[in-house]
């Protein structure tokens, strides 16, 4: 199964709450640090909401 690496490019001061505790929920601390998670519907639907702070690549 396929996972997504997730970076952080962009911070999230000046954002919504419910915004900031998504970063914090993917396990996202501090900028420009990349994660990798098992690709679902769940994941994708946090990525969706915070998607322009973060960046995002399939990885095989």
Do not use: C, F, W
């Not at 501090?30 to 915070?50: A, C, F, W, Y």
């Amino acid at each position: 199964m396929a996972s997504l690496r997730i970076t952080y490019v962009r911070s999230a001061i000046g954002q919504k709450p419910d915004q900031k505790a998504t970063i914090r929920a993917l396990g996202l601390r501090r900028l420009n640090q990349t994660i990798e998670h098992q690709d679902s519907p769940q994941l994708r639907g946090m990525v969706h909401k915070v998607r322009h702070l973060v960046a995002v690549a399939e990885v095989r």
